[in-house]
C-alpha cells in the first residue's frame, strides 16, 4: 500500500469520502457519539498488522466496520 501512498495522510485524504459514507450510516443507525477520527484510528491499528493491503480492501473494510469494534477498542486504550 505504501506503494501508491506516500503518507498516511495522503491515504486518509484518498478514503474520507468511505469514512464520511459509513459514519453517516452510523449516524442513521443511532449511533451519534462515533467520529470519522475514531474510525480512522481503529482501522488504520488494523492495518498496521496486515500486508499487501489494496485500496479496495481498505474501503471495504470501511465500509463494513462496526460501531461495536470501534467504541471497544477505544475503550481498551483509555
Known amino acids: 500500500?505504501?506503494?501508491e501512498f506516500?503518507?498516511?495522510k495522503e491515504l486518509f485524504e484518498r478514503?474520507?469520502?468511505a469514512l464520511e459514507a459509513r459514519?453517516?450510516?452510523l449516524y442513521?443507525?443511532?449511533y451519534h457519539n462515533i467520529s470519522i477520527q475514531d474510525i480512522w484510528e481503529y482501522l488504520?491499528?488494523?492495518w498496521r498488522h496486515g500486508t499487501d493491503l489494496m485500496l479496495s480492501d481498505i474501503?471495504?473494510?470501511i465500509m463494513k466496520v462496526e460501531y461495536d469494534e470501534v467504541k471497544s477498542f477505544l475503550n481498551?486504550?483509555?
Open 1 to 3: 500500500m505504501m506503494n
Open 6 to 8: 506516500h503518507s498516511e
Open 15 to 17: 478514503v474520507l469520502p
Open 23 to 25: 459514519l453517516a450510516e
Open 28 to 30: 442513521r443507525m443511532g
Open 44 to 46: 488504520s491499528n488494523r
Open 59 to 61: 474501503v471495504g473494510d
Open 76 to 78: 481498551d486504550k483509555k
